[in-house]
T-cell receptor
Framework: DTGVSQNPRHKITKRGQNVTFRCDPI?????LYWYRQTLGQGPEFLTY????????KSRLLSDRFSAERPKGSFSTLEIQRTEQGDSAMYLC????????????FGEGSRLTVL | GNSVTQMEGPVTLSEEAFLTINCTYT??????LFWYVQYPGEGLQLLLK?????DKGSNKGFEATYRKETTSFHLEKGSVQVSDSAVYFC????????????FGDGTTLTVKP
């Protein structure tokens, strides 16, 4: 049973560049979530998918952020025109419908915007 | 909106001491409640959960009871070990929207031998 996989684990970029993160959930999980975590804070909800449908987006997700899950398997989170305030850990999690709310997290992708 | 408040850390204990980390929540309806743990260098992992009032979640010697009357879900362990050193997060998942969990800010526990 492989867990949730995220890559890259760490991305350093210059302000204004675009970055993309990938998440591979646990294979039998139909729900996939993106959260953002900054130092000293708990994870903050960004968006979630049930299969390929994006069901909710937080107002934290500005129009520079876009997430996709084209075939209901892996997901990507793209940040366009990065800003220093985007520096954070981006967490992906998955869950099954049977135990909704019980999240299985990946190790996260840390973004540093210089 | 929903919110979770955890006791501020860091918490430092000696091995075999008793641990309590307080967690209170604000939510409409009947959320499910969770404790997650993040060990150094690792991702968050579920520690225990409770899905309705008066349920007790337990795992690895940790316990927490869902108290609707006090809107609390305090984490306890009778005898901590050095290996319990980690950051602990309390979280709720609303019944109406299980995809949108709300987390507390985490409490860092350090256990010294």
């Amino acid at each position: 049973d492989t867990g949730v996989s995220q890559n890259p684990r760490h991305k350093i970029t210059k302000r204004g560049q675009n970055v993309t993160f990938r998440c591979d959930p646990i294979s039998e999980h139909n729900r996939l979530y993106w959260y953002r975590q900054t130092l000293g804070q708990g994870p903050e909800f960004l968006t979630y998918f049930q299969n390929e449908a994006q069901l909710e987006k937080s107002r934290l997700l500005s129009d520079r952020f876009s997430a996709e899950r084209p075939k209901g398997s892996f997901s990507t989170l793209e940040i366009q025109r990065t800003e220093q305030g985007d520096s954070a850990m981006y967490l992906c999690a998955s869950s099954s419908r049977q135990v909704a709310g019980e999240l299985f997290f990946g190790e996260g992708s840390r973004l540093t915007v210089l | 909106g929903n919110s979770v408040t955890q006791m501020e850390g860091p918490v430092t204990l000696s091995e075999e001491a008793f641990l309590t980390i307080n967690c209170t929540y604000t939510a409409t309806g009947y959320p499910s409640l969770f404790w997650y743990v993040q060990y150094p260098g690792e991702g968050l992992q579920l520690l225990l959960k409770a899905t309705k009032a008066d349920d007790k979640g337990s795992n690895k010697g940790f316990e927490a009871t869902y108290r609707k009357e006090t809107t609390s879900f305090h984490l306890e362990k009778g005898s901590v070990q050095v290996s319990d050193s980690a950051v602990y997060f309390c979280a709720l998942s609303p019944f109406s929207n299980a995809g949108k969990s709300t987390f507390g800010d985490g409490t860092t526990l350090t256990v010294k031998p």
